[in-house]
């Protein structure tokens, strides 16, 4: 079965740090892979997808993410951490002929000053 | 474009009851697919519907039931209400053309059984 892992549950970054948010995913086939981002009290909203194109995507409010193979790892970065970021981010693989999405337990990211 | 709607935004119900849930979908979307997040935890898959028919059925009880309609909206029924289905309930919308893979989230509806 396909998942994916979170490592960290939560990440504290000073105002223009760099981010890095861990996924590692477990999967048989190539995986579609996923970061969606939560505000509080809203949905989820798309940051960026894997569909075994480039290996580096990018995404909205300047966020990357690179797909690593031998490490099957999905890790999301952004240079410079901006208040704004703070949020809860999901790590999601798609499974099935369902196309069911299949989400990590999420990285809540607080951004200091 | 209007985005992914979903109402009501919040609901109060009381253990044993029946609620219905309500999602519109981005205008040219024919699937949807449901989600329940339970408070603290990644989304779980629920069901997904595409041109009416269910395109698949995650691991929750026979209480939980869904329809889509004509115009592609769609309504997650929850019967005999326990404790343990308070969560925030996510309809996302996909297109057919892009193979479903990208899901647009609706803003949810916080369902609290008491």
């Known amino acids: 079965a396909q998942s994916v892992t979170q490592l960290g549950s939560h990440v504290s970054v000073s105002e223009g740090a760099l981010v890095l948010l861990r996924c590692n995913y477990s999967?048989?086939?190539?995986?579609?892979l996923f970061w969606y981002v939560q505000y509080p009290n809203q949905g989820l909203q798309l940051l960026l997808k894997?569909?075994?194109?480039?290996?580096l995507v990018k995404g909205i409010n300047g966020f990357e993410a690179e797909f690593k193979k031998s490490e099957t790892s999905f890790h999301l970065t952004k240079p410079s951490a901006h208040m704004s970021d703070a949020a809860e981010y999901f790590c999601a693989v798609l499974t099935g002929t369902a196309s069911k999405l299949t989400f990590g337990t999420g990285t809540r990211l607080q951004v200091t000053l | 474009d209007a985005g992914v709607t979903q109402s009501p935004t919040h609901l109060i119900k009381t253990r044993g009851q029946q609620v219905t849930l309500r999602c519109s979908p981005i205008?040219?979307?024919?699937?949807v697919s449901w989600y329940q997040q339970v408070l603290g935890q990644g989304p779980q898959f629920i069901f997904q519907y595409y041109e009416k028919e269910e395109r698949g059925r995650g691991n929750f009880p026979d209480r939980f039931s869904a329809r889509q309609f004509p115009n592609y909206s769609s309504e997650l029924n929850v019967n005999a209400l326990l404790l343990g289905d308070s969560a925030l309930y996510l309809c996302?919308?996909?297109?057919?053309?892009?193979?479903?893979?990208?899901?647009?989230f609706g803003p949810g509806t916080r369902l609290t059984v008491t």
């Open positions: 894997y569909t075994s194109a480039a290996t």
């Open positions: 205008s040219g979307h024919k699937s």
């Open positions: 996302a919308s996909s297109h057919h053309a892009t193979g479903f893979y990208e899901q647009y």
């Open positions: 999967s048989s086939v190539p995986p579609y």
